[in-house]
T-cell receptor, first 111, second 113 residues
Framework: DAKTTQPPSMDCAEGRAANLPCNHS???????VYWYRQIHSQGPQYIIH???NNETNEMASLIITEDRKSSTLILPHATLRDTAVYYC????????????FGKGTKLSVKP | EPEVTQTPSHQVTQMGQEVILRCVPI?????FYWYRQILGQKVEFLVS????????KSEIFDDQFSVERPDGSNFTLKIRSTKLEDSAMYFC???????????FGQGTRLTVV
């Protein structure tokens, strides 16, 4: 089973920031937090990952709490094309382990 | 930008027939995966492959399934005798040693009739 908990759905107005929460209270010290998204039935798309520091790239920002038990993915200016299912996944780096997908959060960006 | 390529995009087959789904991972990646997604359900792990052998497989990956890397560039998933319940999107993914993110292909939609 997935080791994360996410709300099943969220709405966001176009142009506003989308903040997607994730709880991972059982995360181990060496496990990273990864975010992927799936637009319609396309292949999952990597967004960002982090260990304990906040991370930012061209797609999003990742805020991880100090105790690492939860995190928030931020899409700073959501567009209609950001409508997708967003998955928060924890995994140790460098392992051969696979990604375990939960049900994710269905983000609907509305005009 | 390098990408994982899957062919065909859609395959229809009759129950009991063999199918081979093909993937070309990103060229310098060493870890390869197959996942599937039944319509409306979660993405499920099938198998991981490293150093020319299976490194991990799920309960779904039974004797009807096999994987192969025949020529150093392609990575295939074979289903020997398809069942109706094998109908799903099948995604290939690859990952480079030392980095963490996996890159997924756009999938093959398999329809068993």
């Amino acid at each position: 089973d997935a080791k994360t908990t996410q709300p099943p759905s969220m709405d966001c107005a176009e142009g506003r920031a989308a903040n997607l929460p994730c709880n991972h209270s059982t995360i181990s010290g060496n496990e990273y937090v990864y975010w992927y998204r799936q637009i319609h039935s396309q292949g999952p798309q990597y967004i960002i990952h982090g260990l304990k520091n906040n991370e930012t790239n061209e797609m999003a920002s990742l805020i991880i709490t100090e105790d690492r038990k939860s995190s928030t993915l931020i899409l700073p200016h959501a567009t209609l094309r950001d409508t997708a299912v967003y998955y928060c996944i924890v995994r140790a780096p460098g392992s051969q382990g696979n990604l375990i997908f939960g049900k994710g959060t269905k983000l609907s960006v509305k005009p | 930008e390098p990408e994982v390529t899957q062919t065909p995009s859609h395959q229809v087959t009759q129950m009991g027939q063999e199918v081979i789904l093909r993937c070309v991972p990103i060229s310098n990646h060493l870890y390869f995966y197959w996942y599937r997604q039944i319509l409306g359900q979660k993405v499920e792990f099938l198998v991981s492959f490293y150093n020319n052998e299976i490194s991990e497989k799920s309960e779904i990956f039974d004797d009807q399934f096999s994987v192969e890397r025949p020529d150093g560039s392609n990575f295939t998933l074979k289903i020997r005798s398809t069942k109706l319940e094998d109908s799903a999107m099948y995604f290939c993914a690859s990952r480079m040693t030392g980095t963490s993110e996996a890159f997924f292909g756009q999938g093959t939609r398999l329809t068993v009739v």
